[in-house]
Each structure stands twice: as C-alpha cells, then as structure tokens.
C-alpha cells in the first residue's frame, strides 16, 4: 500500500498541496486527474521522495523519508512528466540506467527485453535525441520498467508512479502503456499514474484521485468520479457524460460541447 498523509508542498513563495491524503493499492491502477497547475507532478514527486514537503509518505509500510535512496530504488520507479536529456546518449545507455540501483546488475539483457515491451525493439544503438517525442517518451519508460522490471521482488510489491505516460503517443501506444501498466498491476505491483485523458482514465483505472487546486477535490471509482456536475465543479466546463453498456464505463465525448 501506498499512504500519503497531510501533503503540505511549498514551492518558492507558494503552498502547492494543501493538506493532501491520499492512499494507492498494490493490484491496482490508481489514477490522479486535474487541471493545469492543480499539483499533480508535485503530488507524484512527493509520492516518489524526489520532494519533500510536510506529512508522511508510506510506501509499503516504510516511511520514504527514512529509506536509503537504494532502498526507494528497488521500490519503485519513476516516470517523470519530462526528461531533458542534454548528451548525445543512445537509446541503450539511457534505458541501461534502469539497472544503476545495482540489484538487477546482472539483468543485461533487461533493456533490450524492457525496449521490446514498449516497441522499440531494435533501437538500442539509435540517438536518443534523435528521437521523435513519443519514441522518447517510451524510452524512458523502459528506462523505468528496466528498474522494476519484476512487480515483486520477494514479499515485497514494486510500485510504477508515471506522470502523463501516454501524453505524446498515440493511440495504439497509449494502449500499449497503458497495458503494460495493468498487467503491472495484475502481478501485484502498484502504479499511481497522472492522467489528462479521461476516457483513458475511465478505460485502464480502478480508483480516480481529483486534484483542484492543490486540494484533494474527491476519490472514487470511474463511474463515481466522472460525473458532469464533478466535471463542471473541478475543470469549469460542461461535459456531457455517457455510459456505454454492457459495463457503462463512462465516455466523454468533448464535440457535443459545440453542439
Ligand atoms: N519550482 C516551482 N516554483 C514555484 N512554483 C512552482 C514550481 N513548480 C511548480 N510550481 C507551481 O505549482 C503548481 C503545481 O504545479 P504542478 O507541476 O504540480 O502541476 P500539474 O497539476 O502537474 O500541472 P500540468 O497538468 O500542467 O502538468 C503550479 O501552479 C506551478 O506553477
Ligand atoms: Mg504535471
């Protein structure tokens, strides 16, 4: 499990989280959705360790201020909303990088298989920032999925934390992610993604966390979140809401705005 409570994040001058709970459970996909600027890449650094604010963060039952970098390492891997990377690295020694936590040192051939996973079989030699921008995207989720590759290791559940993984890809490859991140879930790790799509949203999660603002707005299953009055309340706009049958997940279909 995952348990973050009383989130206070102050970057420069500003609070950015307010007081935020939330808790994430292994076997499932837990999704965070919001506005522009609601907090949500503070709120996965702040699940991650790469910022510190006040409040506690659980990971596993271990608080994460008190774990050795390592130790977070081997818990969990992090996606960020952007990597910048400056070198003319190839595709390989970046996805290689996934195995500097040092347990996993004689996993070789995990980057090659992690390249597979996201489609880039055979791209290990290319440039990285030779790219395009949805190729580079997927190279760093192999970099991630190379350092949890397993989404056990013993007893203990690994956790993915992704910050808008499919927002430069299309659409069979934000299935292919987002694939790879319920069949994470599925073999007992947890993943905590943050999300603008919602029909991908209300597609691939179990639990949707809503950020405003900096406050934890409301939690709850597709069908309980994605509603138009939580729509209109949290994005300002009126979304129409349908279901489809035979599950009735719910769709957003945006054009009927201009109707
Ligand atoms: N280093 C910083 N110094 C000051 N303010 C910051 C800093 N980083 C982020 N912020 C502010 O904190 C707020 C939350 O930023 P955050 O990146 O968490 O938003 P987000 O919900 O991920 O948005 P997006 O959907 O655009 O990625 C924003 O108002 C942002 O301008
Ligand atoms: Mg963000």
Do not use: C, I, K, T
């Given at each position: 499990m995952m348990q973050a409570k009383n989130i206070r994040v102050r970057l420069g001058r500003k609070?950015?989280?307010?007081?935020v709970e939330f808790t994430a459970q292994t076997g499932q996909v837990t999704a965070i959705i919001g506005p522009n600027g609601s907090g949500k890449s503070t709120l996965l650094k702040t699940l991650s360790g790469e910022l510190v604010g006040t409040g506690t963060v659980l990971l596993n039952g271990h608080d994460i201020a008190k774990l050795r970098p390592w130790e977070l390492a081997a818990m969990r891997g992090v996606l960020p909303q952007q990597t910048t990377v400056a070198f003319p690295f190839t595709v390989h020694e970046i996805v290689r990088l996934?195995?500097?936590?040092?347990?996993?040192?004689?996993?070789?051939d995990l980057p090659s298989q992690a390249l597979a996973h996201v489609d880039?079989?055979?791209?290990?030699?290319?440039?990285?920032?030779?790219?395009s921008g949805g190729e580079q995207q997927r190279v760093q989720l192999a970099r991630v999925l190379t350092q949890?590759?397993?989404?056990?290791?013993q007893d203990q559940p690994r956790w993915l934390l992704l910050d808008?993984?499919?927002?430069?890809?299309d659409i069979a490859h934000q299935f292919t992610v987002l694939g790879i991140a319920r069949d994470f879930a599925a073999k007992g790790g947890g993943v905590v993604v943050v999300m603008h799509d919602l029909n991908l949203t209300a597609l691939f999660a179990d639990l949707v966390y809503v950020l405003s603002e900096g406050h934890m707005w409301m939690s709850g299953t597709v069908s309980e979140v994605l509603n138009t009055e939580t729509m209109k309340q949290v994005y300002g706009i009126d979304l129409p809401i349908n279901t489809l049958p035979p599950t009735d997940i719910p769709f957003v279909l945006p054009q009927a705005l201009s109707g």
């Open positions: 609070e950015v989280l307010h007081g996934g195995l500097s936590n040092g347990l996993a040192a004689a996993e070789e880039l079989a055979g791209f290990e030699n290319r440039s990285y920032q030779n790219l949890v590759w397993e989404a056990r290791d808008e993984p499919v927002a430069s890809l």
